[in-house]
């Protein structure tokens, strides 16, 4: 069996480095660690929230029922899901042309995750200085304790996210109780532990390998990029060339460029590239490069921004143009999908109407020469109150329901089926035709819906 050959590079079978990404401070780190603790305080606290007296946020599969504050999605309205999925990936072509991998950078849950779990490094080991120091050190009893305090704030928190995880499927403070109490079922078992392992592998240990070897958006990112794409990129014909100087010597005239090579920005990269090199895939557009050259620009009084938000036009003189055609058309397919489920989602009919007939008898001479079918009508109460609905038909002409305004209880989220007599003179009708079972709320007028039937008659 041949050996692949060592790739000069330290490519394709290279041992993975750890990356230490050194702490860094700046306008763009404090929007990203706001950003962290928007998306986690979301994401932790809304399954505790409450809404008319149950969980305000559950997807409750067994029910099928997705519960979304004062909105109760059925499996009817699935297609809310679709358009949501079409909105999110327009959102995305919209913000990558607009200023490439923002996502990434601020708001991808394996950013986030990854970002809180360098901090409980940071917070155990120290600084990236102190963490490189304590890996090359023998294992003395000060590692050991190190070492298991932080795995176990890692474990913890992982724990906590897959639990908080499930508490999305399953009413969270029943989850707790359960847990507490060692009575969990299996799937309940299975998808904490599944959740939260996948938390603390991805963010512990695989962090950039996700975005560099798994994520596909890295791969495609760079067909939705143009000229006028907003891009973190290194101003090399500011830059270059590059190299170490003297504070208060004057590098122009020795032929240097702003760049000190002092190699911050490559330090806190957490995907330990160097954005000198250009563009790259491995990038995720978290901004830290920038603010690590803004603080040695500072220091050694040269303008910010070598390092910076730009476009290929801007770097290259030409005009910038971020607001183009391409980001219109987006903008605006976008804003009319976004008000399109609003409305979709605040209008749509909270009632619905099935109409099944009874198999055992396709109608019924009666004596006074009427025709009778019966019915079962099955009345959806997608609303989160209770209401009495009165049913009535339509149709044919003389076309009844056997007794007057027969009103069915049906309470939140439920389905209630009521059989149903109807009656149509002989004479209006011969072989059959379509008629019409309508229910209305009586307490709510626009509450209604209706549906179709097949109404059977002698041919004669
Ligand atoms: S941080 Fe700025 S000055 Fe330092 S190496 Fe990077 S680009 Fe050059
Ligand atoms: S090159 Fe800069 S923006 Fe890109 S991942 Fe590294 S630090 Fe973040």
Known sequence: MSVPEPQPDGGLYAARQKIYPREIEGR??????????????????????????????????????FHIFGLTLWPQDFYFLTWLLIIAALSLFFFTA??????????????VWTETFLWM????????????????????????????????????FALWTGFTFVGYFTPITQLAGKIVSLSTGPWETFWVLFYGGATYVNAGFMRE????????????????????TLIITYDDGRGEPR??????????????????????????????????????????????????????????????GLIRYDTQ???????????RPRTMIYATLLALLV????????????????????????????????IENVYNVKILNKDSAEHEFTISVSGLPGVEIAYS????????????????????????????????????????????????????????
């Open 28 to 65: 763009f780190q404090r929007l990203r660690t706001l950003a962290a603790w928007v998306l986690l305080g979301i994401f932790y606290v809304i399954p505790w929230l409450r809404w008319e007296g149950r969980q305000a946020v559950l997807f409750d599969l067994p029910a099928r029922q």
């Open 98 to 111: 607009l200023a490439g991998r923002l996502f990434c950078g601020y708001a991808c849950p394996q950013t």
């Open 121 to 156: 490094e940071r917070f155990v080991e120290g600084s990236r200085s102190q963490q490189m120091k304590l890996a090359r050190a023998p294992w003395t009893t000060e590692k050991v304790l190190r070492k298991a305090a932080k795995q176990f704030l890692w474990i913890t």
């Open 209 to 228: 390998q996700v975005c560099k070897y798994m994520c596909p958006y890295a791969r495609f990112q760079s067909a939705m990029f143009d000229k006028d």
């Open 243 to 304: 190299g170490a100087r003297k504070k208060g010597v004057d590098h122009k005239a020795r032929g240097l460029g702003d760049c000190v090579d002092c190699t911050m920005c490559v330090q806190v990269c957490p995907t330990g590239i160097d954005i000198r090199k250009g563009l790259q895939y491995e990038c995720i557009a978290c901004a830290a490069c920038i603010d690590a050259c803004d603080e040695v620009m500072d220091k050694v009084g040269y303008p910010r």
């Open 313 to 323: 036009h801007g770097l290259e003189g030409a005009r910038k143009r971020v607001v």
């Open 339 to 370: 008000a399109g489920l609003a409305y979709t989602v605040t209008h749509r009919n909270v009632v619905g109407v099935d109409i099944l007939r009874d198999r055992n008898a396709l109608y019924r001479e009666r004596p006074d020469g009427k």
């Open 405 to 460: 305004g027969p009103t069915v209880w049906v309470g939140p989220g439920q389905v209630q089926g009521v059989p149903v007599r109807i009656r149509a003179p002989r004479e209006a009708i011969a072989g059959g035709a379509d008629i019409q079972v309508n229910i209305q709320a009586d307490d709510t007028p626009g509450l209604r819906a209706s549906g179709r039937a097949r109404f059977i008659a002698p041919t004669d």
